[in-house]
């Protein structure tokens, strides 16, 4: 069984930029579609950005050309690079598999405001 922690969330102005990394761990890792969700108060959670095993991405409407998912399968990670962040993009930001079937981490907290 994979499970996962996500760090790198923080406080920044809207304009800023922030990298979020995912550590897995279990030696199934690399054979997961995984991705990145967040859930802002009071609403849904929200699946933003997947990656294959192979490195097929795709992406929400409202993160697609700020947002890239990446992935090092030999470091068990994924990461999310976020540019040109608004204040909407505040929320408790997780990683999981596509599938969202993994045990959700605690996520890691973006804010961004001015």
């Known amino acids: 069984q994979v499970t996962v922690v996500e760090s790198g969330g923080g406080l920044l102005q809207p304009g800023g930029s922030l990298r979020l990394s995912c550590a897995a761990s279990?030696?199934?890792?690399?054979?997961?579609?995984m991705g990145w969700y967040r859930q802002a108060p009071g609403k849904q959670r929200e699946l933003l950005a997947t990656i294959t095993s192979g490195g097929s991405t795709n992406y929400a409407d409202s993160v697609k050309g700020r947002f890239t998912i990446s992935r090092d399968n030999a470091k068990n990670t994924v990461y999310l690079q976020m540019n040109s962040l608004k204040p909407e993009d505040t929320a408790v930001y997780y990683c999981?598999?596509?599938?969202?079937?993994?045990?959700w981490g605690q996520g890691t907290q973006v804010t961004v405001s001015s």
């Open positions: 279990g030696s199934a890792f690399s054979i997961y579609a």
């Open positions: 999981n598999s596509a599938s969202g079937r993994l045990a």
